[in-house]
């Protein structure tokens, strides 16, 4: 799980961010005006718009293929949350019914879980 995540408002100008801020490595969490989760942006995503308009903002490029799952699911029912949604992401946050932008704890990516289950296992 990527906790390294940052909140940003949706309204955020995407020439103001150029290049991700260095403390995200995988998404940009992205809040509403009332700090509600409006979706994700991923740094591959922002970082494709290498030349925004000046008035392109967050909103903008914001991804809403995710799945919220709690820091409790075991991997197999994130594999199934994702599957089951045909989800990219799964954002990690209690399990409270509506969730804020600053509730979530984390990301998981698909990737993520393949590369947790090679960890020690063998293909052939």
Not at 18 to 30: D, G, L, N
Request: aromatic share 2%.
């Amino acid at each position: 799980m990527h906790t390294n995540v940052e909140i940003l408002p949706a309204t955020q100008r995407l020439s103001d961010l150029r290049k991700p801020p260095a403390s995200v490595s995988i998404a940009i969490i992205v809040s509403g005006e009332g700090g509600e989760l409006t979706g994700i942006v991923t740094a591959a995503s922002l970082a494709r718009t290498a030349e925004p308009e000046l008035s392109a903002v967050l909103s903008d490029i914001v991804e809403s293929n995710y799945v919220i799952v709690s820091p409790d699911d075991s991997l197999s029912d994130v594999v199934a949350a994702i599957s089951a949604s045909n989800s990219i992401f799964a954002l990690v946050a209690p399990k409270n019914g509506n969730h804020l932008a600053s509730d979530i704890l984390g990301v998981i990516s698909c990737k993520d879980i393949v590369d947790t289950l090679a960890t020690g296992m063998e293909l052939f």
